[in-house]
């Protein structure tokens, strides 16, 4: 348990406050600077209180979870050594944490997430091979959540995700048939989330981008069946005044390829 003296309460609420401040400056007004710099400062009052108990297991995933938001901002501006360096960091932390607890979920999952940048770092940096080694261990984590707790439908998004991320990658290393495979698992797993929540404009939004990518690898012949698979499942959304900017972006690249092939 947490030693709750009101020196510790204190930093820990600013600690939270400088995260919050940093998610909003990097997610919502897209100012990597400065959520950087409110981050490092969570960061470091993080590592002031591990430092006096250094057996603490919520500490440990706090600090992981700057060691995050700092990879995270790192990546954003594209200094990707850095941003590797702290994600396997949090690599390091959440590994020795599932050695203590296997089955905790949210772990897995944030080891899942961590595999995930290194994998989309690697890929950025022209290192395919080494993405899809990233990506693998990402997928496997996530299968493995997925089988453990089959009722929790944001896992089952981010295993969509996972499958996304392998048919992406496969597709830069130029085997199709292998991409086609999972970018059709990513699309079958995203079919059964909507079974479960069919109103969630998100979750249809994934759907289409889902028939995107098969649309891009697809052969020749299939290509309008697929564009206007991806129209009918957009229409509709639009239809009820849904105003997003991935929406309106794919809704635009489909009705341009549409547009060539008439």
């Not at 998610?23 to 590592?47: V, W």
């Not at 059709?184 to 969630?200: A, D, V």
Request: charged share 25%; proline share 3%; hydrophobic share 40%.
């Amino acid at each position: 348990l947490f030693p709750y003296t009101t020196l510790f309460r204190s930093k820990r609420i600013l600690s939270l406050c400088l995260d919050n401040l940093g998610n909003i400056y990097l997610d919502n007004l897209g100012n990597t600077p400065k959520a950087l710099e409110f981050f490092e400062q969570s960061l470091e009052i993080n590592k002031t209180l591990l430092a006096n108990d250094t057996d603490n297991r919520e500490l440990r995933n706090i600090l992981s979870m700057s060691f995050h938001y700092v990879g995270r901002s790192y990546s954003a501006i594209g200094n990707v050594n850095k941003a590797t360096e702290f994600f396997e960091k949090q690599r390091v932390i959440l590994e020795e944490l599932l050695l203590k607890a296997p089955n905790n979920s949210d772990f897995s999952h944030r080891l899942a997430l961590c595999f995930s940048h290194l994998g989309h770092i690697s890929g950025a940096i022209n290192e395919p091979r080494r993405a899809l080694e990233y990506f693998e261990k990402e997928l496997n984590i996530m299968q493995d959540i997925e089988t453990r707790t089959p009722e929790r439908t944001d896992f089952k998004v981010f295993l969509s995700s996972s499958y996304s991320n392998m048919g992406n990658i496969y597709k830069e290393l130029n085997d199709i048939k292998k991409a086609m495979e999972y970018f059709e698992k990513s699309l079958s797993t995203m079919q059964g989330i909507l079974l479960i929540e069919p109103n969630r404009t998100d979750f249809i939004l994934e759907s289409a981008i889902c028939y995107w990518n098969i649309f891009l690898i697809c052969p020749k012949d299939e290509e309008f069946n697929w564009l206007n698979k991806i129209r009918n499942i957009l229409d509709p959304l639009l239809k009820k005044g849904i105003r997003d900017t991935q929406l309106e972006q794919l809704w635009n690249m489909v009705n341009e390829e549409l547009k060539k092939r008439i």
